[in-house]
């Protein structure tokens, strides 16, 4: 059964830059189809994309966050990490990482399974 | 980008109660539309992809409909455990989701 592990630093300086990584155990990270993304959560908010590693190699990111976001995959730790530059406030929230699926029959897709979750704090 | 909305935002209901909630969506998304459960301190659970498709150990009381704009969840008999924060996201464009909708005894 796939299983999905966020870890990194739980506060951020301002103007920082937030890094965290998921670690997947119980599959190959390059098995497939499939794909890879961080999701938020401001706290006592609903949930935001921040962007997502499709199997191909290209990237989709929020467009309210792109320029400040990269995601990559390290195939020999079987991990795809978040990077974040010039964190502030705003960027204080709830990470998720999550295996994107896409149908093999179709672009059909979702985030399913889902790490538990890691809250990073931005302030000084 | 396209906007996902969900009514209502709160909903107050008892157990064995049949519980809808709608997602609208700002354009047409086919039926790229999934329903995400969450409880407190907990991480989001899919419960249905492609608008209507139940995911593998989900109970069958949960189901979707929709296509296109308008989406729907329902619960046919409330239980206990369900009593949380649901989620409509589209996978058509980007992937937005919805605001929630507070699910409370």
Redesign the interface.
């Known amino acids: 059964q796939l299983q999905l592990q966020e870890s990194g630093p739980g506060l951020v300086k301002p103007s920082e830059t937030l890094s965290l990584f998921c670690t997947v155990s119980g599959g190959s990270i390059s098995n497939g189809n499939n794909s890879w993304g961080w999701i938020r959560q401001p706290p006592g908010k609903g949930l935001e994309l921040i962007g997502t590693m499709y199997y191909s190699g290209m990237t989709h990111y929020n467009p309210t966050l792109r320029g400040r976001v990269t995601i990559s995959v390290d195939t020999p730790k079987n991990q795809f990490s978040l990077k974040l530059t010039s964190a502030t406030a705003a960027d204080t929230a709830v990470y998720y990482c999550a295996r994107h699926l896409i149908a093999a029959a179709g672009p059909y897709n979702w985030f399913d399974p889902w790490g538990q979750g890691t809250l990073v704090t931005v302030s000084s | 980008?396209i906007q996902m909305t969900q009514s209502p935002s709160s909903l107050s209901a008892s157990v064995g109660d049949r519980v809808t909630i709608t997602c609208r969506a700002s354009q047409s998304i086919s039926?790229?539309l999934?329903w995400?459960q969450q409880k407190p301190g907990?991480?989001?659970?899919?419960l249905i992809?492609?608008a209507s498709t139940l995911?593998s150990g989900v109970p069958s009381r949960f189901s979707g409909s929709g296509s296109g704009t308008e989406f729907t969840l329902t619960i046919s008999s409330l239980q206990p455990e369900d009593f949380a924060c649901y989620?409509c996201?589209q996978?058509y464009n980007?992937?937005?989701?919805?605001?929630?909708t507070k699910l409370e005894i």
């Open positions: 980008d039926r790229y999934n995400y907990k991480a989001p659970k899919l992809f492609a995911q989620y996201q996978s980007s992937y937005t989701f919805g605001q929630g």
